[in-house]
């Protein structure tokens, strides 16, 4: 039995935990504000709101329902659009969406909405760009974003008007959001405590973690699947740094990252590499471990983290092994890992303050997009000779690529224009892209070695 409360509702139900949300909300509970759209959380017009209790507060993140299991969903407050209404009155979200001319056909609308609403019930900085990247997840198709834009920036007006008060206090207070908000934490207390008694710690059979790639894979599999435990508690998440090590929890997202400040510290432009990656909604709920798993030859995060030289912990839920990411990929979606394993946990060296690290991504759209090819590197230096070189590549093999003959290459020389030439050329010893739809061979080539330049570039070494 899954149990949450949905809007002022409290849920209790049976239905296979890997329905997702959207079915749910739709089919189950007739609640038809949440649109369907793309199915593959790329276009927002499904974003519902999803709380739970973090440090003793609520925390509420934007998620696209399309993709979010109701199994994941337990022991939450899960809001869609009708969550938000007032019986007699537009909300000031709602309200200035309509002053801004921000709605045509409205198919799209609630989406909006939700993201405005999620991004009310932040702590982070009330200014109009901050609020338009609250809703870089959500596609218009008739309005224009101009007047969406402009929406956005009148919520953050009102935001402003908090100054420090408790968020949850002042969006009530000011009827942004309705009062039930401030009764949802004691309730979700309370659910939680039972969830407890009941608990059977024996119904573990489907792993599943924020599934951003896997519904959309495998839409009708996991559906119908039995998931039992889900990557979704305290055991499994979390970022510590223990001496020059970070240990990342398996379910640690994306957006976990980015507001971690182990992470913002160790990489100062982390901020910049994330709004490279999806969009708000999926950066919250897709996870590192699931970047890895799901083996995508262009996965950004698996690029990055392999030119850390993350290691993994597996565990099969009575034994425990060590695996270098490096190690992981054997061939296209084949993994060293047994059915029965799970990461546990990664770990990593943090970079020192004699090396560097650098990630860059090239596809067809800026953002909201996966890479033709991306690529990471990590140099530990001693003045201008490298020490120590790392280089991975996305999009230029079968798997997610760490390129060792050109990192060796770079070892005990120092950095010049020629060394770099000539490092490209061992590159191209050793990869093998193919001609896709995001690009020919030959342009996926010369892009990797277009970003090798950049690495340096950017990082004043040349």
């Known amino acids: 039995m899954i149990q949450f409360i949905l809007n002022e509702k409290t849920i209790a139900t049976n239905l296979p935990p890997g329905m997702v949300m959207l079915d749910f909300i ?3 509970q007739h609640l038809t504000g949440t649109k369907i759209g793309c199915r593959e959380g790329d276009c927002g017009a499904c974003t519902i709101l999803v709380g739970e209790i973090a440090n003793g507060e ?3 993140q934007s998620m696209t329902s399309c993709l979010m299991p109701i199994g994941n969903a337990a022991g939450k407050h899960i809001v869609s659009i009708e969550g938000i209404n007032f019986a007699d009155e537009l909300n000031p979200i709602q309200q200035a969406m309509a002053d801004e001319g921000a709605t045509q056909c409205g198919f799209c609308t609630p989406g909006f909405v939700m993201s405005l609403a999620g991004y009310c019930l932040s702590s982070t900085e009330p200014n109009q760009q901050i609020a338009i990247e609250a809703i870089d997840g959500n596609i218009c198709r008739c309005t224009g974003y101009k007047p969406i834009e402009r929406a956005a920036g009148k919520v953050a007006t009102i935001l402003k008007e908090r100054e420090g008060e408790e968020v949850t206090a002042f969006v009530t207070r000011k009827k942004i959001l309705p009062g039930y908000f401030n009764s949802i934490k004691d309730k979700l207390v309370l659910m939680r405590e039972e969830a ?14 924020g599934g951003t790639d896997l519904y959309v894979q495998q839409h009708a599999a996991i559906t119908n699947a039995d998931i039992r435990f889900v990557f979704d508690h305290p055991e499994l998440n979390g970022i510590r740094n223990e001496g020059k090590k ?33 969009s708000t909604p999926i950066r919250n709920m897709a996870t590192i471990a699931g970047n890895f798993i799901n083996a995508s030859p262009i996965g950004d995060f698996t690029i990055f983290f392999l030119a850390l030289d993350a290691q993994l912990i597996l565990s099969d ?22 059915p029965e394993e799970h990461i546990e946990q990664i770990w990593f060296e943090l970079p020192e303050k004699n090396s560097y690290f650098h990630f860059e991504k090239v596809s067809k759209r800026t953002h909201l997009d996966i890479a033709s090819v991306n690529s990471a590197i990590h140099l530990k230096m001693n003045g201008d000779s490298v020490i120590e070189a790392s280089l991975s590549a996305g999009g230029v093999g079968p798997v997610p690529m760490f390129l060792q003959k050109t990192s060796a290459f770079f070892t005990g020389k120092k950095i010049n224009d020629q060394l770099i030439g000539e490092a490209i050329e061992v590159m191209k010893t050793e990869i093998s892209p193919i001609s896709d739809a995001r690009g020919s061979k030959e342009y996926k080539t010369l892009l990797l070695g277009q970003l090798i330049k950049v690495h340096f570039i950017e990082r004043r070494l040349l």
């Open 246 to 278: 970070c240990f990342l929890g398996s379910s640690v997202t994306v957006s976990d990252l980015k507001a971690s400040p182990i992470i913002n510290e160790a990489f100062p432009d982390f901020q910049e590499v994330a709004k490279l990656i999806s």
């Open 26 to 28: 739709r089919y189950h």
């Open 58 to 60: 609520m925390h509420y």
């Open 317 to 338: 839920g009575n034994t425990t092994r060590e695996l270098p990411l490096r190690k992981l990929y054997k061939g296209y979606k084949l993994l060293d890992k047994k």
């Open 196 to 209: 407890i008694r009941t608990q059977d710690p024996e119904l573990r059979t489907f792993l599943v973690g």
